[in-house]
């Protein structure tokens, strides 16, 4: 069985060296008592429920599954997820960074994303159940009524009942303006909703006593497209005026999905037959409020990524110091044993690297942009607010598409650091890969993610909020410009930084005669953003080895020697992504259909 250890060091060390994160909260109404002992003292108990409660019922639960009684369309998790839960409910988790107004703590959002890797470490699919609630909380605080935040919100802060997100149809993914499902209107305000919907994660189970399902349909007289899209609560079991529960809603588990990963997960087939359910926001803006939990799903699911490459590491590392095979080239590294263990071999260790690298360069990336979450949502200066969020816009989709990405390359290499063991369900590092796979699907696919850094968060404004983000990674080459220990990291960076600038007008450019180059380009072309972020962490995170490399904590010692192979032999790949880039369109498409 696979192991986890919370990495607190590394955590606390993004947190408040790198981050400075206590200062920069200070700042924000609401938390201006903050401190650094509360932020460790919480995320280390928060690792302690991670390891010990929901990462033993880990592997269990992926050979288990979830159980659909067809008669009732009742789902049964795994073992032991019911109880997990129930631990999880009671020691107040779910309201770690909810409002206070209805029952939350109101910690950071940073700190709650800190404690969302862990879980996402310790148990992926258990943690998919209370993360998509902190989707459907967001939207409903953006977006509802005050009467619609008075009756779910407690319950959906406490964790007494969970949220879902339902907008995939049979017949279509991302495509939302194909969608099918209906709303009729009724005399008290009310709307049956009628419809099927696929792919729907958490959509039923037995965690909770009641599932507030988040459903995107249209109205009898909507306009085509995803301008005609309204969105409406249905939940599991009707909720009376006081929050007690009523009656069964007719929204029902038709089937679930048999998946190649998550599968202590129920993804659910839910079928809609005159539900009724109440609007969020207004008729036909639906995607409005949605997006308020897409965006918030899919920063979600870069840290689930972000959870297993952690976690596949720490194993393959184990794993690698205690096998041994063969012997090293250059001679015996342990010759009093029959053979050396594998992490004296080269390849191994870049694996092992690789995967090291992209888990601190994803928690950097990670911690920053919900840093400047925080001061979107809590800033009182109208111009910090704005800027953090069109910052936070342009790294979402990097976070989804670059993090996922790398996590699936990472797991695929710790598993291959276990040779054939590595196939084997019992060591946990398939399960890890197979799990790793869907981040890069769901919640819009990496290929979309891409569109929407080029298309939508770059090109639409003429590079102007990627510039400013550019202008940051600028001002810190020119401080550090001098400084000779850093210039194995600034002067890539520096190199990267005008590559991009001068990628990006030349794709702007073709895609003035042809708008399908931002097609071709985009998936390359928001890996080198990726890469260039990550550059810009670790160059700052080297910086601040280099002044402590003499304090006699190996930490730093690890924390450069990392910085150093990720620009050595990670960073690199970009000028293959740039040449793959500048190929444009023309290899894609001078093929007839009719020869593929």
């Known amino acids: 069985m696979p192991q986890y250890t919370p990495p607190m060091r590394d955590m606390q060390f993004v947190m408040h060296e790198l981050l400075n994160v206590v200062d920069e909260l200070k700042m924000l109404p609401g938390h201006e008592d903050i401190d650094a002992d509360t932020i460790n003292a919480v995320l280390e108990e928060g690792g302690k429920f991670a390891a010990e409660v929901i ?8 050979a288990e599954g979830c159980t659909l009684d067809k008669a009732t369309h009742e789902v049964k998790a795994p073992k032991g997820f019911k109880e997990a839960y129930k631990q999880y409910v009671e020691g107040g988790w779910p309201a770690l960074s909810c409002d206070p107004t209805y029952g939350g703590q109101g910690l950071p959002h940073t700190v709650n994303q800190f404690f969302y890797e862990m879980l996402n470490s310790a148990n992926q699919a258990w943690t998919m159940y209370p993360g998509l609630s902190h989707g459907a909380y967001e939207a409903l605080h953006a977006h509802g009524t005050p009467e619609q935040k008075a009756l779910y919100l407690p319950k959906l802060t406490s964790g007494e009942w969970t949220g879902t997100m339902c907008l995939t149809e049979p017949h279509c993914g991302t495509d939302l303006g194909l969608l099918r499902t209906k709303a009729e209107p009724q005399p008290d305000g009310t709307y049956k909703i009628t419809g099927a919907k696929i792919f729907i994660s958490a959509g039923e189970h037995d965690l909770a006593d009641n599932i507030v399902h988040l459903v995107l349909a249209r109205l009898p007289d909507a306009p085509a497209g995803s301008k005609g899209i ?11 005026a006081d929050g007690s529960l009523g009656g069964r809603n007719p929204i029902f588990c038709a089937g679930l999905e048999h998946k190649m990963g998550i599968h202590g997960n129920a993804t659910a087939q839910i079928v809609l037959e005159g539900a009724t359910g109440t609007m969020v926001g207004e008729p036909n803006k639906g995607l409005a409020a949605m997006f308020v939990m897409m965006n918030a799903a899919r920063l979600g ?31 015996p590294k342990a010759p009093d044993k029959a053979a ?6 080269p390849d191994v260790r870049k694996m092992l690297l690789t995967a090291r690298a992209f888990a601190e360069g994803g928690r950097m990336l990670q911690g920053y942009t919900v840093l400047q979450l925080d001061k979107a949502l809590k800033s009182d200066d109208e111009d910090e607010r704005k800027e953090a969020d069109a ?7 990097i976070i989804k598409a670059f993090i996922t990405d790398n996590g ?8 291959q650091v276990y040779g054939g063991h590595g196939f084997i369900h019992e060591w946990g590092m398939e399960q890890f890969v197979r799990d790793a796979r869907i981040n890069m699907i769901y919640e819009g696919t990496n290929t979309i993610q891409s569109l929407d850094l080029l298309g939508r968060k770059v090109l639409a404004n003429n590079g102007a909020t990627l510039k400013k983000f550019g202008k940051k990674i600028a001002a810190f080459i020119e401080e550090e410009g001098t400084n000779e220990a850093m210039q194995e990291f600034v002067n890539p960076l520096a190199d990267l930084g005008d590559k991009v600038n001068k990628l990006t007008q030349e794709i702007g450019m073709k895609a003035f005669g042809n708008p399908d180059e931002v097609g071709a380009a985009a998936v390359d072309y928001l890996r080198v953003v990726g890469h260039m972020c990550f550059a810009y962490f670790f160059a700052q995170a080297a910086k601040i080895a280099l002044a402590k490399k003499d304090s006699g904590d190996p930490f ?16 690199p790949e970009t000028a293959t992504l740039i040449r793959t880039c500048r190929a444009g369109l023309k290899p894609l498409m001078e093929m007839d259909e009719a020869l593929f």
């Open 408 to 415: 699936w390359l990472a797991t695929s290499h710790c598993l």
């Open 230 to 240: 309204s969105l409406f609560i249905v939940p599991k079991f009707h909720v009376n």
């Open 301 to 331: 699911v870069g840290n689930q990524s972000l959870g297993l490459t952690e976690v596949a590491y720490q194993n393959a590392v184990a794993y690698a110091k205690d096998r041994l095979q063969m012997r090293a080239l250059s001679g």
């Open 556 to 571: 730093y010692t690890a924390k450069l020697a990392t910085a150093r192979f990720y620009f050595a032999k990670l960073l």
């Open 55 to 62: 990462a033993p019922i880990n592997l269990s639960g992926d």
């Open 391 to 397: 910052e936070v816009a342009l790294l979402t989709p």
């Open 340 to 345: 050396d263990p594998i992490i004296v071999h």
